[in-house]
DNA sequence: AAGTGGTCTAGACCACCTG
DNA sequence: AGGTGGTCTAGACCACTTG
């Protein structure tokens, strides 16, 4: 919606390539050819093209042209930011969110030193339970600053990035992930449907905002049967 | 090395950083200066100021400048197409790769359907694990189509990638990761000091080429307790 | 030879941050 | 006001593919 050409041109071929009108394997139009099209210089097309193609929607080739790529095949997202409800939409499968508790209060040792701050500043919690097609599957647990506009539970039943989104006014940058597998513990054990399996994939999260703060600590415990991670990586 | 600009500005500032004459936090010069330093223009050094930060070693702010993160706290790749013997090499522990088998023959089934082939055609067939520590803790069952110049146990001991990427005209392109936990098998349980896990962290890994086939499945078998996968991932 | 994507240039205007 | 990064332009030359 900004004024921003090359966005507005990634986002009007993605729509096209997933509504289907740009078939897998078929060939866009070459780069002078877009930049006719929309009215632009062939470097901002190039800069959408870019974008399509670290995000694995097409893939070029000097000398041919700009091809889509069939990835969507596992219906899955490109590793990213991606949340929960973003997840479940795409996957059509019934999913519910139960927040276990929320407040704002001293952090613990571990997560004042996972969020490098001091123990006397702030802190919301947020424990939330994930349920797929009736069974429950996801421990989240949320650690945010607390500069972040106050959270609600209908908040955290919903979309705490897409609140998050709307009302920070400086916005989220990167994120590390660091993926582990551990001993379940007797908090996973309360709280989830385990089935016995006696590991958990752990997914430990730290969300950096524009200036470079650390503002979030999250840890995503998942049953391992139904842990999966997708990774799209462009070479060089 | 290539008359690639940008390239080699990315390469020079990425020692600069890992040397640490370039240490965390520390400001860039401007872009405009860059370009002055290195007889180009400002576009060009922002290419390479791209790279770096979709790589994880800066983050720019408008207004302000570029700023070394400090990221390799982990010392660990950001996610990407990273051998085992760079990751081993960053993270300095005595790894060694002893090859189980390599032949060349026609595929399984499941091969045949994984690098999406027919029966007839031949594949290369590697297994080997992975030792660290004196601990047998990776099974690394890879695949190659037939059209690959010939592997030797001697390669398969050192580094595939580093000797496809000599030989091979056609470049790597991009791959698909896939992360799951499954139960172990007979097999894990005969290659592997599995330390009674019951289950296992598996990475199946797709590879393409720059003219867009597939010409690799691989599946990096992973001990639970040693298995660690970091994800990078910047917004938007 | 013509078309394609890959790289590069030398400008330009803007939004943002700091004095 | 001056410096910074973000975007954009209208050219240019190159390497590669195809007819």
Redesign the interface.
């Known amino acids: 919606m900004l004024d921003n050409i090359y966005l507005s041109i990634y986002h009007d071929l993605v729509n096209q390539i997933e509504q289907g009108s740009l078939p897998p394997d078929s060939k866009l139009p070459s780069e002078n050819e877009l930049a006719v099209q929309y009215s632009t210089s062939r470097e901002t097309v190039r800069k959408a093209l870019h974008l399509l193609s670290?995000h694995?929607y097409i893939?070029k080739?000097k000398g041919k042209g700009s091809?889509v790529?069939h990835?969507n095949k596992?219906n899955f997202p490109v590793?990213?930011?991606v949340s929960f409800k973003e997840l479940t939409k795409r996957m059509r499968k019934k999913a519910t969110t139960k927040v276990i508790s929320l407040k704002r209060g001293r952090p613990s040792p571990y997560i004042a030193t996972q969020l490098n701050i001091s123990r006397t500043e702030e802190v919301w919690e947020v424990i939330r339970v994930r349920e797929i097609d009736g069974e429950k599957i996801i421990l989240d647990k949320d650690y945010f600053r607390s500069f972040i506009p106050p959270l609600t539970v209908e908040i955290c039943e919903d979309s705490i990035y897409e609140y998050l989104d709307q009302t920070l006014t400086v916005?989220?940058?990167?994120?590390?992930?660091?993926?582990?597998?551990e001993s379940i513990t007797e908090e996973d054990q309360a709280w989830l449907d385990h089935k016995e399996?006696?590991?958990i994939?752990v997914v430990r999260n730290y969300v950096h905002l524009?200036?470079?703060t650390l503002f979030q600590y999250s840890e995503s415990r998942h049953r391992?049967?139904k842990?999966?991670?997708?990774?799209?990586?462009?070479?060089a």
Chains 1, 2 share one sequence.
């Open positions: 670290q694995g893939h080739i091809f790529l990835v596992f590793s990213g930011l916005g989220i940058s990167f994120a590390k992930k660091f993926i582990t597998i399996y006696p590991m994939a524009e200036d470079n391992p049967d842990f999966r991670f997708v990774d799209f990586a462009r070479r």
